[in-house]
């Protein structure tokens, strides 16, 4: 895969090899996320992924909302079924649960009023994450 340099578009991350079932998510900003195989209490890569899928959706949700009311409480909550048939290993049946709750006041009834076209436009447009899910982006992999 190349990169067109400058222009942002390009993602990866690195991931390195702490100990037997842990592993580490680097990015190239310096940041890193241990993960493992479920074994203790580091998320797994299936947890990640739904993370991945919440988190994407918060933010955008968030910036949508927030330029209106900050909000009381705000929790997103993702689950899916683990499928294991004739196809192989897959999630199913992913659904996103936003709990959000905004003062009283009319700023807070204007973030509720964009709350729901605020969770359209993320899962429709904005949310890279999920609409690459939902696009089933083919994954090429090669040995170095």
Not at 42 to 49: G, I, K, R
Not at 75 to 101: M, P, W, Y
Request: charged share 25%; proline share 3%; hydrophobic share 40%.
């Amino acid at each position: 895969m190349t990169s067109n340099a400058g222009d942002g578009a390009h993602r990866q991350v690195t991931i390195e090899r702490i100990a037997a079932g842990v592993f580490s998510a680097v990015n190239e900003r310096g940041g890193r996320l241990t993960f493992g195989t479920g074994n203790g209490t580091d998320f797994t890569p299936t947890e990640l992924l739904l993370a991945a899928i919440g988190g994407c959706t918060s933010i955008d949700v968030d910036i949508l909302t927030a330029r209106r009311a900050e909000p009381e409480s705000f929790e997103v909550r993702v689950g899916a079924n683990k499928v294991r048939d004739a196809d192989g290993n897959r999630l199913a049946d992913i659904e996103v649960t936003f709990l959000i709750s905004f003062p009283g006041g009319e700023a807070g009834d204007a973030a509720r009023v964009v709350l729901p076209d605020a969770v359209k436009k993320s899962h429709d447009r904005l949310c890279t994450v999920g609409r690459t899910v939902e696009a089933g982006t083919a994954i090429s992999e090669r040995v170095a």
